[in-house]
Every structure is written in C-alpha cells, then in structure tokens.
C-alpha cells in the first residue's frame, strides 16, 4: 500500500493508542465482566471481549498496512490535479458539477468526498490542469468524461481520518 508520511504517522499514533490507552480499559471491561459469574449467558463478558478482539484485530492490520507499506510523494505542481487537492469536475454525461478531494487510500472515503488517487477518478485526475478534459474509464466497456473547472490546494485537515475495514 501506498502511504503519505502523515498516513505513517497517523497510524502509528492510532496503535499507540489502542494499545496504552483502550487496551487497558478494555482488558479492565473484561476482567469485570468476568468478575460477575457465569459467563454462557453474560452479555457483558461476550461484549467486551468483542470489543478487545476488534482493538487488537484493529492493531494487527495497521501493524501490517505499516510493514508493507511504501512512501507515496506528491509531485504535483501548484496549477496540477495532486494528492489533498480539492477538485472541481464537470461530468458531461450527467451535465452536474461535483467537488472531490484526492487523498491516499487510507483516507478514501466517497461519502465524505473524498477519492482515493488510485480509484480510477484519483487515477485519471492526477497531473491534469484545469479545463483538461479527461476520460474515467471505470472498465473496459463504460468510460465517461470530466473537465475540470477549479483545483484547490486544501491540504491535509483533521477530517481526513484514516479509514477503518
């Protein structure tokens, strides 16, 4: 995977996390959960050993995304289509205009409006000026085109969380 130093750092404060601060606490749920008897029909023994086994499978994949990881740079130019732009395209097919910020793939989210720059939108956005007008193809078989009308150098903001699986 394909990580900016801030996606590096953000995960590695987001272990550390889990580890010095919710694994205490959680450990602490289950030992009290515990604590109360008979654990076949105990609810909150079985919850908060859900939530132990979901921080620690939380941690393990981070632990992984960290070991295979590979620095992303962004060479873009001021005037160019680059990673924490915000864009403004023109789809043509469906005549509206919508806004996207192009972020790593651990920070993709298009609910939030922001595209992976290894989705075929990121992919194809990337390096491109405004008024280039570009092809997505999503498949061999469908493509559609987009002009852009604005790039916006909106950096990175808190709102640009890493993504969970």
Partial sequence: MRLTESDI???????????LVLRPRILEDVKAARAQGDLSENFEYK?????K???????????RVLKTATILQD???EDE?????TVQV???????????????????????????NE???????????????IEIKVNDSYSYYVVIQSIE????EDTDTIRTY
């Fill in 47 to 51: 919850a908060a050993k859900k939530e």
């Fill in 153 to 156: 150098n909106t950096g990175e």
């Fill in 81 to 85: 289509v680059g990673l924490n732009k």
């Fill in 9 to 19: 750092k953000k995960i590695k404060e987001e272990i550390e996390h889990r580890k």
């Fill in 90 to 116: 023109y789809f043509e097919e469906d005549d509206e205009v919508e806004t996207f910020k192009v972020v790593s793939t651990m920070r993709g989210d298009t609910v939030s409006g922001r595209i992976s």
């Fill in 75 to 77: 060479d873009s130019a």
């Fill in 119 to 133: 989705s075929p939108m990121g992919k194809a956005l990337m390096g491109h000026k405004v008024g280039d007008r």
């Fill in 53 to 63: 086994n979901q921080n620690d499978g939380r941690i393990r994949y981070l632990e």
